[in-house]
């Protein structure tokens, strides 16, 4: 009984905040033209192909920028497990796209990358004849993104693998493991669990991709992610309605990217790969 | 079978000098503690030796051949971590054969070595267990199977009992003294503990500051400090400074103002020099007369009731305090004549600063 009321105002929030909005969109989704409930708007999306492409659009952006920010994340963070030189310094450069947030972000990567960005005109001056278009398409996005989800992925990982005893390595070392005998035996097992969260919420992130595929992609075609189609239905359309299902079905696609990174997990760990937390004993 | 390690090694972090030309000779099936206060460079030491990190200058000769420029993996030493640094993603067998494992031995092979391994260590059966479902003392026999099984040609122990209480500690003493001897091995064992360190070792070094300060038998170190450093790290818990008025041999004579002290010379004392008389609480006994050799007068201050024994503090004539243990019981304010036994005083050049 205590328990309950001290329960209480958290699950007010969450209420509040999170299960009376989505149950709120579910619903609107669930009733267009408020003629009962009826799974229209869901047909609809899925029949037309320029909605439904949209998710394979975003899957095409979000599924590889996960992998290569993870992998390229964990090798950086793997390899500064025990610290190196100028180590704040790095924080500090890779804190900051997180916190100049996605617009600038964009911004600056126009500038750098665009067409007349600073790398367009180095190359000019070392006389590269043909320039690479690297802003307002799919390469776009997937800079914006890496840029934007790295730091969080890298300082996630950084702080998961040094919280790991460095004496298991250690001791793995003197036992007779080399560099990748360490990683493969000892602490792979350790990090998994670590990298399964940050590829999981990379992978929610990048899925709902929206400013960037707007500011730095091509936003009415190769990079009209799913986001973007359901924006233009609540504003350009005013279909909030419509809205909702495309935003319900984006939700249904990123819990579908979270269980399978789960059973991915589950798999290796059934194989004995990766069991346990970080290495806290 | 290793016959002689034979190291010499210095090492810098900045510009602090952690290890000031350490250099040691270990002969095969040796026992070596390295005795020290914390921060004293033990186990930057060890390290070294085990290849986790590079010494700033110097070399490791195993029988002779260098093996400073090999990497850990390679040099088939065996490690034991104070806090055991078991793999806890890994079963207790798996523990055990990893270091045979990562040697490519068959999976078949295997399972007899880690029974046998576990049986060495009394864990026999707990093969499936992982190591947060053992007890401290548990893992740290795990961490000695692992360490063993690789049959490895010097076994490095870093204060791997200091995590343990008290009866563990005892227990797993006896045990690491056991496979040493049982198993023919070459052993370097780090400890704060003299007690430890005295009752496993051939040979202790003690160290101060990166350096050795004296070496020798358990049995030296103990009775024969060479400072005042090593005398305080060994018990000798009373220091009475001392004008040396004669020495002959193994004898000297000290006096202060009120009191003439016969000790033990350790090292050569010239006359007239300024030294340190010390001598342990154990060893003080209650005068048979109130005056004569090595007596001196005080009142009692404190008590403290010790099982076996007393102690007792006594504040001397001259304002210093004596620490004793005595086998019958003092009053507090009683007036007490104590004698310092002079094949239990050792006298010391007073030079050293660690007072
Ligand atoms: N990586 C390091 N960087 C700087 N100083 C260190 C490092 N490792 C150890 N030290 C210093 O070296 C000294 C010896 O350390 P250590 O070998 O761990 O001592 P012990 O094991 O005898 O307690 C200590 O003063 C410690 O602060
Ligand atoms: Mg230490």
Same mark, same amino acid.
């Given at each position: ?34 003629? %009962?409930?009826?799974? $229209? ?66 911004? %600056? ?5 665009? !067409? ?5 005109? *180095? ?43 460095? *004496? ?114 | ?48 030796? $085990? ?60 399972? !007899? ?167 342990? !609480? ?7 007369? !109130? ?62 600063? *660690?007072?």
């Amino acid at each position: 009984m205590r328990l309950a009321v001290l329960l209480l105002p958290s699950v007010a929030y969450l209420l509040v905040m999170f299960v009376f909005p989505f149950a709120y969109g579910v619903l609107l989704s669930l009733a267009p033209g408020a003629r %009962g409930l009826s799974l $229209a708007n869901y047909l609809a999306f899925f029949l037309d192909p320029w909605q439904a492409r949209t998710i394979w659009v975003t899957a095409s952006i979000a599924v590889p920028n996960t992998v290569v920010t993870v992998l390229l994340a964990l090798i950086v963070a793997y390899s500064m497990r025990r610290g190196i030189r100028g180590e704040r310094t790095i924080t500090a450069a890779l804190v900051l796209p997180i916190a100049l947030g996605t617009v600038l972000v964009a911004e %600056g990567i126009n500038g750098f990358y665009g !067409p007349k960005g600073w790398l367009n005109q *180095a190359l000019v001056g070392l006389g590269v004849p043909e320039l690479p278009r690297l802003t307002h398409n799919y390469t776009g996005v997937m800079i914006a993104l890496f840029v934007q989800h790295f730091p969080f992925c890298f300082l996630m990982l950084l702080g998961y693998i040094s919280g790991i005893d460095p *004496a298991l390595e250690a001791s793995a070392r003197v036992l007779g493991a080399g560099a990748w005998a360490v990683f493969r035996r000892v602490m792979w097992p350790l990090i998994a669990p670590g990298v399964a969260i940050a590829g999981a919420l990379v992978f929610v992130m990048n899925f709902g991709v929206f400013p960037s595929a707007v500011l730095v992609g091509q936003p009415a075609g190769a990079t009209r992610t799913i986001a973007i189609a359901a924006y233009q239905q609540a504003f350009e359309h005013s279909d909030m309605s419509m809205a909702s299902a495309i935003a319900v079905v984006m939700g249904g696609c990123q819990l579908a990217g979270l269980a399978l990174i789960l059973v991915l997990r589950r798999r290796m760990a059934g194989t004995g790969v990766a069991t346990m937390g970080a290495g806290k004993r | 079978m290793v016959t002689s390690l034979a190291f010499r090694l210095t090492k810098r972090f900045g510009a602090k000098i952690v290890l000031d030309d350490l250099a040691l000779e270990v002969r095969g099936r040796e026992f070596v503690t390295f005795l020290g206060p914390s921060g004293c460079g033990k186990s930057t030491a060890l390290n070294l030796l $085990a290849g986790l990190l590079p010494p700033t200058a110097g070399e490791i000769r195993l029988d002779g051949v260098r093996i400073d420029g090999l990497p850990p993996e390679r040099r088939g030493f065996g490690m034991v971590f104070q806090n055991y640094a078991l793999f806890p993603h890994l079963t207790v067998g798996a523990n055990v054969a990893f270091g045979l494992a990562v040697r490519g031995l068959a999976k078949a092979e295997l399972a !007899p070595r880690v029974r046998r391994m576990l049986e060495l260590v009394r864990l026999a059966g707990l093969e499936d267990r992982y190591p947060g479902q053992l007890s401290g003392g548990q893992q740290q026999r795990v961490a000695i199977a692992r360490a063993l099984a690789v049959e490895p040609r010097l076994l490095l122990l870093d204060e791997p009992l200091s995590n343990l209480d008290a009866k563990l500690r005892l227990e797993m003493r006896g045990e690491i003294k056991r496979l040493h001897a049982e198993l023919g091995l070459t052993s370097i064992y780090v400890t704060h503990d003299q007690t430890e360190a005295l009752s496993l070792s051939d040979r202790i070094v003690v160290l101060r500051d990166g350096r050795v300060v004296q070496a020798g038998p358990p049995a030296e170190i103990h009775d024969r400090p060479r400072t005042l450093f090593v005398a305080d790290f060994m018990g000798y818990r009373n220091a009475f400074p001392v004008t040396v008025s004669s020495a002959e041999g193994d004898t000297v004579v000290g006096h202060a103002r009120d009191v003439t002290l016969r000790g033990l010379g350790v090292v050569a004392l010239a006359p007239g020099t300024a030294a340190v008389a010390v001598v342990r !609480p154990e060893d003080v006994e209650v005068a048979p007369e !109130p005056a004569g050799a090595n007596v001196v007068r005080g009142t009692v201050r404190f008590t403290e009731y010790l099982g076996r024994e007393h102690g007792v503090e006594v504040v001397l004539g001259t304002g210093q305090t004596l620490m004793a243990r005595l086998p019958r019981p003092v009053t507090v304010g009683s007036a007490l004549a104590l004698r310092l036994p002079p094949e239990r005083v050792v006298i010391l050049p007073a030079e050293d600063g *660690a007072r």
